[in-house]
């Protein structure tokens, strides 16, 4: 296989630059998808309540979430349908297209999607922007876009983050104490500080009741003990030069 323009070349010590091994890198684990970043957790909420969901992807680089997102909204209820779809494959576009990005939104609103999933970037403000113009809910992703992006606030649930401001203190402390080490450190549900997780729930706190938080938390804990999101119909891993 081709080396993807999305991700660095790799080598036996993990991500290679110019002058071989990158010293430091905390790669995110593409663990399985929401079940990754998250994922599992909105679904463990939504998929109670809703039937229809439309997931974007930035670019076909990125099937962990979306085929995570379906697995996990599958799992809490069987007869969700996801509706899912990527803004380009050209990785320059796939990330930067607003205008695309609320276009396939609103024609996933228009086959009734209840709930819109982003993980495209700045493509993915067009997909909120649907959510929000649709009075739909909507989902973030990597940092909290309710601060991020305060424009679509009244529409967010919640986001799939990436925890950036907890694990870059934490790798820094570990440079500080002399305990980082070359190489790369994977960042999952089972790291410490927990390199995945959810968003506050912000103005819609309402609708998560006590009964689906407790769903939330088992998932996360499912995850933390190795639980496989990937094991189901959502696509999660494929060769994408083919």
Request: charged share 15%; hydrophobic share 40%.
């Amino acid at each position: 296989m081709s080396q993807h323009p999305y991700y660095p070349p790799q080598g036996p010590q993990g991500p290679q630059g110019p002058q071989g091994p990158l010293p430091y890198a905390t790669p995110y684990m593409p663990p399985p998808g929401p079940f990754r970043p998250g994922s599992i957790k909105p679904i463990a909420i939504l998929a109670i309540i809703f039937g229809v969901f439309g997931v974007f992807g930035g670019v076909c680089s990125i099937p962990q979430y979306m085929g995570g997102f379906e697995n996990g909204a599958l799992s809490v209820n069987p007869n969700v349908k996801v509706l899912s779809d990527f803004v380009s494959t050209d990785i320059t576009k796939a990330f930067t297209d607003p205008v695309r990005g609320k276009a396939i939104a609103d024609q996933m609103v228009s086959q009734k999607a209840d709930v819109l999933f982003q993980v495209a970037g700045g493509s993915g403000q067009g997909v909120l922007q649907a959510a929000c113009d649709n009075n739909l809910l909507g989902i973030g992703v990597d940092v909290d876009q309710y601060l991020s992006a305060p424009a679509y606030q009244k529409c967010l649930l919640t986001s799939a983050e990436k925890k950036l401001v907890d694990n870059t203190a934490s790798a820094i402390q570990r440079v500080v104490d002399k305990s980082a080490v070359g190489g790369n450190v994977f960042l999952s549900a089972t790291s410490t500080p927990p390199g995945i997780g959810l968003a506050p729930y912000h103005d819609l706190a309402s609708m998560v009741t006590p009964e689906i938080q407790a769903k939330v938390d088992a998932a996360f804990e499912a995850l933390k003990g190795g639980l496989d999101p990937c094991k189901g119909p959502g696509k999660c891993f494929f060769d994408p030069d083919k």
